[in-house]
């Protein structure tokens, strides 16, 4: 087991909810609790716990109790002590770990399991085979070199480009990265440009994997809330740029992940405009911009790309979203110098990407037009299905409509999130809750709810989320935790 830093005791503290609303021993609230810290991914595994006496001091409980909440974390395989040393978190047997970051999920449930817990696709009728067998002819002109291309292949960044000429961006070849996928790129972004300590200005809430990516480099991430309206506040923006001074802006203007919100093109203006004062360089991530759902003939026309409003934007995109969760295409369209030592900062741990993806990819993405036309309007079912079904189901609840994307931001009556998604998981439903989309562990009162099940996979599983939840406690009551269980992270 690797050991990371301390965790403070007040960090601890922070992230716990109120103990008093708790029933049962006091110990068994707390390490139950924690527990939920660790396999929700808000605790790192390694992470060294404060001493139970200065836990019990901060807590106002008995050092007796916090002592047999660290036994009881230890029965359950969670905790292990070192003489000398302290008590570190770790994840039991059961648990494996899958993806970046403390990304965990439970042995492999079984294909009945309805799973929620991700925003992804599968590809429409037979598209990716046909691409496979077009990419199969054309690979013997490759396979007589050395198969690196440290940019992507030129084929294939001519047609992101050209994708960007059209939305009003002037893009050339040399202003493309091709990389594994937006997550890929994000990290690329953040090798490059942050060093530990620097601060990362994002949405709250926003997509995990950023949070994860930042952490990870050691920066320091800040959240600014939506505004009650649920999209961007440009004040609170300008106000956070302008007192922490952040090195980078990760945000989401186009069909948020998670809310599905398309911000207005006078608050991108009105953000752009800070982070020029501010000094601060802005990362767009643009996975689901071609997910556009609303109305063609009601809606007006998208507002421009960020990076149409400034040359300055860095914007990622992927095929991931629109096309399918299996093809690991993405890229990064930024100033041709900076895409040079992007591709420096590659090479260090990624020579170059798979030349047969690429073929894949470009033989998918001169299609791609014609194919979000059928996908949009399947997407459009299924949003409209998901909402009927909470409506009728969950009427006290709050979902946003969601312009695009794939998934609603849904506003629960109670904080009760993440003791409704372990209840969930024991009835084959895989859920996340909104905490995993925040730095702290709030948004407890949230769930993100993807649509890109069958329409009626998606009226069965709120059907058992309708009756798990009315099942619950009264707020702020905790689902005890069982041994290796816990929630599954996002995509």
């Known amino acids: ?45 390694g992470s060294r716990l404060p001493s139970e006496r200065d836990l019990a001091l901060v807590l106002k409980l008995s050092r007796a109790t916090v002592t047999a909440a660290y036994d009881q974390l230890g029965r359950e395989g969670m905790l292990v002590r070192r003489r000398g040393s302290g008590s570190y978190l770790t994840l039991p047997t059961s648990v494996q770990i899958s993806g970046p970051g403390a990304r965990m999920a439970r042995e492999q449930h079984g294909e009945s399991a309805l799973d929620l817990s991700i925003a992804c696709l599968p590809a429409l009728g037979n598209q990716i085979e046909t691409a496979m ?16 291309h440290s940019y992507g292949l030129p084929e294939l960044r001519a047609l992101i480009a050209e994708r960007y000429c059209r939305r009003g961006i002037p893009t050339t070849v040399d202003n493309i990265l091709v990389t594994n996928g937006a997550q890929h790129g994000i990290d690329l972004l953040l090798r490059l440009m942050i060093s530990a300590g620097d601060r990362v200005l994002t949405e709250l809430p926003t997509y995990p994997g950023a949070l994860e990516a930042i952490r990870s480099h050691q920066a320091r991430a800040v959240a600014v809330p939506f505004g009650p309206d649920d999209s961007w506040n440009p004040a609170a923006i300008r106000n956070t740029m302008l007192q922490t001074s952040p090195r980078l802006a990760y945000l989401i203007p186009d069909f948020h992940n998670p809310t599905g919100v398309l911000v207005d093109t006078e608050r991108r203006e009105q953000v752009l405009s800070a982070a020029r004062r501010a000094g601060t360089t802005i990362v767009v991530d643009e996975s689901f911009i071609d997910l556009d759902l609303r109305d063609p003939e009601l ?62 990819a470009g033989i998918l993405l001169a299609e791609l037009d014609q194919a979000l036309d059928a996908r949009r309007c399947e997407l459009r079912l299924k949003r409209d299905a998901l909402l009927q079904a909470l409506r009728v189901e969950l009427p006290s609840w709050r979902p946003t409509v969601a312009s695009g994307g794939l998934s609603t931001w849904v506003r629960m009556d109670r904080p009760v999130a993440t003791p409704l998604t372990q209840l969930l998981e024991q009835r084959g439903v895989l859920l996340t809750p909104g905490s995993r989309f925040a730095l702290d562990g709030t948004l407890e009162r949230f769930l993100r709810i993807p649509f890109a099940l069958p329409v009626a996979d998606l009226q069965v599983a709120v059907h058992r989320i309708s009756e798990a939840y009315r099942e619950l406690p009264d707020v702020g009551q905790s689902a005890r935790v069982e041994r290796g269980h816990n929630s599954l992270v996002p995509a």
């Open 133 to 148: 067998h077009q990419a199969a002819d054309r690979i013997g002109s490759y396979t007589i070199r050395g198969g690196y």
């Open 299 to 360: 809606s007006s026309p998208a507002p421009p790309a960020m990076a149409a409003l400034d040359t300055a934007v860095i914007s990622v995109g992927s095929l991931s979203k629109p096309l399918w969760g299996g093809l690991r295409i993405g890229w990064i369209r930024t100033e041709v110098e900076q895409v040079q030592r992007l591709a420096i900062v590659r090479a260090r741990s990624d020579m170059s990407g798979s030349v047969i993806d690429q073929l894949v």
């Open 1 to 45: 087991m690797a050991l990371s830093e301390r965790i403070g005791v007040r960090t601890i503290a922070a992230l716990l909810p109120n103990l008093d609303r708790q029933t049962g021993p006091r110990y068994l609230s707390l390490s139950s609790c924690l527990a939920t810290l660790l396999l929700d991914g808000r605790l790192a595994p």
